[in-house]
């Protein structure tokens, strides 16, 4: 899983007609989650965007449904799992060059990792200026349980920002981490030529 993710967000760093997760064109086996917890398995396509809804049948023959992120817990397809994330900020548009977040009401992120806190990457499409066209902004955003509520914190991918906004993008994940005294210092000396899941490997292994 780790090569296709590694293949995903080298391509969608181009464009956004350049990444391609199997279902974001054509329907393809996979289960749904419902917010009771029960599943429907079928076949579904969902293109990576907040905007889009997830349409499903349950058979090639069969009416199609389409499922908006607050309809659902999630989805899986094969080895790929989808949770319903909602009302949290990422770094798109041209906020990002900014080194600024927007406001996420909902979309579905795929789960990389969960245990203590919850490790997700997400795509967002939106309009680069500077390009002047449409692309995708990745995200990784990690997620963790405080009280009744959930916090969230932000990490652009591949996005094209001064290293000065990715310091201050740094900033969040050093709150988000501080009981991670390790991760907090590899956080600290990476730059933007470095491996950066070398830290999501030091995140497994913390969780």
């Known amino acids: 899983m ?3 993710l590694i293949i995903l967000l080298t391509s969608c760093t181009l464009s ?9 064109k054509n329907f393809i086996i996979g289960t749904i989650i419902f917010k009771d917890s029960t599943q429907k398995k079928g076949q579904l396509k969902w293109f990576p965007d907040p905007t889009q809804k997830l349409i499903f049948r349950e058979t090639e023959s069969a009416n199609t ?4 992120p607050e309809d659902l817990l999630g989805f899986s397809t094969d080895t790929l799992k989808f949770i319903s994330l909602l009302n949290f900020e990422v770094y798109a548009d041209n906020y990002a ?3 600024k977040t927007i406001k996420i009401k909902h979309t579905f992120g795929q789960l990389l990792d969960s245990g203590k806190f919850n490790i997700y990457f997400v795509m967002i499409s939106g309009y680069n ?7 995708s902004y990745p ?13 969230y914190a932000a990490y652009p991918f591949g996005t094209r920002m001064k290293d000065k906004r990715y310091e201050k993008a740094k900033e969040n994940l050093y709150i988000f ?12 000396s990476y730059k933007q030529q470095d491996n950066f899941f070398e ?3 030091l995140m497994k292994k913390s969780n």
């Not at 956004?16 to 974001?24: E, I, K, T």
């Not at 449904?65 to 908006?68: D, E, F, I, L, R």
């Not at 200026?129 to 692309?135: K, L, M």
């Not at 995200?139 to 916090?151: A, L, M, T, V």
Request: charged letters at 30%; proline letters at 4%; zero cysteines.
């Open 2 to 4: 780790r090569h296709l």
């Open 16 to 24: 956004l007609s350049g990444q391609d997760y199997p279902f974001a």
């Open 65 to 68: 449904k389409k499922y908006s």
């Open 97 to 99: 060059l900014l080194g």
């Open 129 to 135: 200026a500077v390009a002047g066209s449409i692309q």
């Open 139 to 151: 995200n990784f955003i990690f997620e963790r349980k405080s009280d009744s509520s959930y916090q």
């Open 177 to 188: 981490f501080k009981d991670y005294p390790d991760i907090i210092e590899k956080i600290k």
């Open 199 to 201: 830290i999501i490997d």
